[in-house]
């Protein structure tokens, strides 16, 4: 008989490897059993230990060995997690939960109210007054959450050949073919990075749109704000003019309240002059090791190069919960499915991570973004 006392281990170290109840996957361990076995992709589910209720033997081929679920899961997160530099910023500032997948599924929307404040703070030495505050406004902030996903499909006989490689058996054994997985896992990395700097695009639910750092509707854009006066790509470019686009946009926040910690998020084609020796005589600090040094006291906290960025466009980010969350359905991970005649099987990479930039009553926001001008 099992103790509670061994019933509590077990679920502890499942919670210890990250296991995730919500979601499920056939794993078929070559012995002639299939189990549900049950994980999230990035957490490092322990494979070796089968969890969850074992179904008929007819079900087998439904299912992948252990070792490609390590193998796919592996690099599902290898290749989402290269294209999030924005994204992972964001989530580890802050995230808002929606509960189990269930919930998560059912939740079409997420709604925040932002309130002014209360009234004005008064000083005297009796602190009597007349108690006529203001009243306090409300405006409503409503997120469409949709789902994240691409599709991929491996054919049966592929599929078995590879299992027959895992297990040792067959001589025409060949592995697993994922590249369309690894192309899928780059597109949802791409994708969530997208959200983060230039929003959904078009997409939006009733009228509701998903906004990014370039797109924020109370950003303080180039409208009202200096632009970028010349690419950090152009070939004439100088210390003194990339270190002004700097201060601009850090001074810029300072001066609508905001005290940092800042990030500053450019494209790919603005990274190689910080590379560039302030002084080529001496070699001793690189633009990038100069910008540091001047506006890191004042809150700059790092300076990435997020290669889903526009080009032409610089955005500095207050990295706070009052600028930005990720609203967290679930992360990425595979379901799988068998087709009607048996002959492929059907994967699904999906997840629910939506990030929501958030401005005060007064339409203040922590994101600042200059772009070329003209």
């Not at 074992?54 to 390590?70: C, F, I, M, R």
């Not at 599929?159 to 490689?165: F, P």
């Amino acid at each position: 008989m099992i103790t509670m006392n061994q019933k509590s281990e077990v679920v502890n170290r499942l919670r210890r490897v990250g296991f995730d109840p919500r979601f499920l996957r056939n794993v078929n361990f070559g012995n002639g059993g299939v189990a549900q076995n049950q994980a999230y992709c990035f957490n490092g589910f322990d494979y070796s230990t089968p969890v969850g209720r074992a179904v008929d033997s007819h079900q087998n081929n439904a299912g992948l060995p252990t070792d490609s679920w390590k193998y796919l899961d592996g690099i599902i997160g290898k290749e989402v997690q290269q294209k999030l530099v924005a994204f992972s910023d964001a989530k580890n500032v802050g995230t808002v939960g929606l509960g189990d997948a269930n919930v998560a599924l059912g939740t079409l929307t997420y709604q925040n109210t932002m309130q002014s404040t209360a009234g004005s703070v008064s000083m005297s030495m009796t602190g009597r007054g007349d108690g006529n505050n203001d009243t306090v406004l409300y405006r409503d902030e409503v997120l469409p959450l949709p789902i994240i996903y691409s599709d991929a499909e491996i054919d049966a006989r592929y599929q078995y050949a590879g299992m027959r490689g895992v297990y040792g058996s067959g001589v025409q054994s060949v592995s697993l073919d994922t590249s369309i997985l690894e192309e899928d896992s780059r597109n949802i990395g791409e994708k969530l990075e997208d959200l983060v700097l230039v929003g959904g695009g078009d997409f939006s639910y009733g009228s509701e749109q998903i906004y990014g750092y370039t797109t924020a509707p109370y950003r303080a854009n180039s409208t009202n704000s200096k632009p970028i006066s010349k690419a950090w790509s152009d070939s004439s470019i100088t210390y003194d003019e990339v270190s002004t686009d700097v201060g601009n946009a850090l001074w810029g926040l300072k001066n609508l309240g905001f005290d940092g910690p800042f990030n500053l998020y450019i494209p790919t084609l603005f990274q190689p002059c910080l590379a560039n020796f302030v002084n080529e005589n001496y070699r001793d600090a690189t633009w990038l090791d100069a910008l540091m040094k001047q506006y890191g006291p004042l809150g700059l906290k790092t300076i990435k190069t997020a290669h889903r960025m526009p080009v032409n466009n610089i955005t500095m980010v207050q990295m706070s919960t009052g600028t930005i969350k990720i609203v967290d359905g679930f992360g990425p991970t595979v379901i799988t499915w068998k087709t009607e005649d048996k002959l492929a099987t059907k994967f699904k990479l999906i997840c629910m991570q939506i990030p929501k930039i958030y401005s005060s009553y007064s339409k203040k926001c922590g994101v600042w973004h200059a772009k070329v001008a003209g």
